[in-house]
């Protein structure tokens, strides 16, 4: 019996902050049980350069990120995805695109860290709060029992996970 590999997609509007942290905490929790992207719905053009530091803090790769259009994945030739996750209320209550493949989706809203205004410790301390928020959530995820798990059953385990 083979392992399956799972495609998930976090979503936020700039792609920039949450989305990223989000990526790079699945793709390390996940031990390669994953292929994890992240897109925004309205791209920033950059990753926040403390959403890198956030990652390097919490010792995962920092390489490779950058902020792009949930466009890219819908077009011919993208991954089919699994899992979809927005992570932003703005991403939540757009119109989102036909993701082909009917993913189960979920709403993991976290408070913008890139909108905190104040020192610069009190930025740092914000996205690396979004960040912890975002790990508990995903060691959540990945303590389901996926395969087991009917769709109905699992949309509701992920969309709890959310409330927490």
Not at 101 to 121: I, L, M, Q
């Amino acid at each position: 019996m083979t392992d399956t590999t799972y495609n998930a997609l976090f979503i936020c509007t700039g792609n920039s902050a949450r989305s990223i942290l989000a990526e790079g905490l699945l793709n390390d929790l996940g031990k390669g049980r994953f292929r994890v992207f992240s897109a925004g719905s309205h791209p920033k053009g950059e990753v926040h350069p403390l959403a890198l530091a956030t990652l390097e803090r919490m010792n995962l790769p920092t390489a490779g990120y950058r902020s792009k259009s949930w466009d890219e994945f819908v077009a011919p030739g993208a991954p089919v995805f699994d899992f979809i996750f927005t992570v932003c209320d703005n991403a939540a209550g757009e119109a989102c695109p036909l993701w082909p493949g009917k993913p189960v989706s979920a709403h993991w809203g976290v408070p913008d860290p890139a909108a905190v205004e104040g020192s610069d410790e009190q930025q740092r301390k914000a996205f690396f709060d979004a960040a912890v928020t975002l790990r508990r959530r995903i060691e959540l995820f990945l303590s389901l029992p996926v395969k087991s798990l009917d769709a109905m059953s699992l949309q509701r385990e992920l969309r709890d996970i959310g409330q927490q």
